[in-house]
């Protein structure tokens, strides 16, 4: 059974930090490309953070460049986001994604598999 299960979302306050992970099971991830997205109360789904199958390249979204790390384990099945310097409009909820490759902007192309998503809330 495919599966992607995100984890580490919760209640931080502005300027704080966050680590998500997401952990793969029933495929082999390192196959495909990793990426984190959110999803803001009434807005589309957008592009965070993707890496590649190798881990060697990363793409971020303009707006969390500086902030958020993307980083994977391979040998674990396992891919990280670490946030710092958290923002309200960062509020969300974040899903992981795998999928064929990585835009420059942070999304992705040809998303196969998903997460059910956690939720940020960067609030005072």
């Known amino acids: 059974q495919v599966q992607l299960v995100e984890s580490g979302g919760g209640l931080v306050q502005p300027g704080g930090s966050l680590t998500l992970s997401c952990a793969a099971s029933?495929?082999?991830?390192?196959?495909?490309?990793i990426g984190w997205f959110r999803q803001a109360p009434g807005k589309e789904r957008e592009g965070v953070s993707c890496?590649?199958?190798?881990?060697?390249?990363?793409y971020s979204a303009d707006s969390v460049k500086g902030r958020f790390t993307i980083s994977r384990d391979n040998a674990k099945n396992t891919a990280s986001l670490q946030m710092s310097s958290l923002k309200p409009e960062d509020t969300a909820v974040y899903y992981c994604?795998?999928?064929?490759?990585?835009?420059?902007?942070?999304?992705?192309?040809?998303?196969?598999?998903w997460g059910p998503g956690t939720q940020v809330t960067v609030s005072s």
């Open positions: 029933g495929f082999t991830s390192d196959n495909y490309a």
């Open positions: 890496i590649n199958r190798r881990a060697r390249i990363t």
């Open positions: 994604a795998a999928g064929r490759i990585c835009t420059a902007t942070g999304g992705m192309i040809g998303s196969d598999y």
